[in-house]
């Protein structure tokens, strides 16, 4: 008899490490210095305690590391792969549309089809992210439809990153808002903020009444830093980067 419910029971304890081995997503810490790495590695100074780096890079040993994915458009080096994936880019009279600002052309999130299947390709890129020993990801462009000529919506927006937060949960991931601040992204799960330049556009206040002291600002203006560190310095972590956030560029904190 005990042999026979050894037998019945082993397939769940062979399931059970799976369950028990799932974390729970935790956000970073409030008020620590964090450095923006996403257009290389260099070495992280001691006071740093979140580092934010490309989905390709390794994380930093003993930091909360944040893992950069370009959730809602293409990395202009990965043509080819998308190329691939031709009809999931969002494409008008036949030209993909493109964030002149950067070079990068816009996913079409504007189906549930489309979303489900962009949602897999991003969903391993996050779990990847998981694999490889991150904390949290950065999904960026979150307000690419404010460039996509009409053709997505923002409720496209909200049902895609709904399933991409679900999905980064799911790996354990905390998951961080990028771009859009006067929504509230905590109403599909977001659990921080990566704030872009939100002094230069008066914008800090508005990531601060969402997420109190989660907030991670990066500035790329001289007097846009200075201004991010004196209204908001005390209350978020303020860095300053070089526009293309080099290994070697512009690093700054408002303490130095």
């Not at 029971?9 to 081995?21: H, I, Q, S």
């Not at 504007?110 to 694999?131: E, H």
């Amino acid at each position: 008899m005990r042999a026979l419910v050894l037998l019945l029971l082993l397939p769940v304890l062979v399931a059970t490490p799976a369950v028990a081995g799932t974390t729970e997503p935790v956000p970073p810490p409030a008020g620590v210095p964090w450095d923006y790495q996403i257009g290389g590695v260099r070495a992280v100074p001691d006071e740093v305690g979140i580092v934010v780096r490309d989905r390709r890079a390794e994380p930093v040993p003993d930091r909360y590391n944040v893992c950069y994915v370009n959730g809602f458009q293409t990395q202009p080096d990965e043509r080819r792969f998308w190329r691939g994936h031709w009809r999931l880019v969002l494409k008008k009279h036949g030209e993909p549309v493109v964030d002149g600002a950067w070079g990068e052309w816009l996913l079409d999130i504007g189906s549930p089809a489309k979303r489900r299947a962009l949602a897999r390709i991003v969903g391993r890129w996050t779990d990847r992210c998981a694999a490889d020993g991150y904390d949290a990801v950065e999904l960026d462009n979150l307000d690419s439809f404010s460039r996509s000529r009409g053709l997505l919506t923002r409720g496209d927006t909200r049902r895609f990153a709904s399933r991409l937060v679900e999905r980064a949960h799911d790996a354990g991931l905390a998951v961080a808002q990028k771009n859009r601040a006067q929504w509230n992204g905590t109403a599909v799960g977001f659990d921080f903020a990566v704030a872009e330049q939100c002094g230069r556009y008066r914008e800090c206040g508005d990531y601060v009444a969402t997420y109190g002291g989660l907030v991670l600002a990066v500035e790329y203006g001289r007097r846009p830093f200075r201004l991010a560190c004196r209204g908001w310095g005390d209350r978020i972590s303020v860095v300053r980067r070089d526009l293309a956030v080099s290994d070697d560029g512009i690093r700054r904190w408002c303490a130095s």
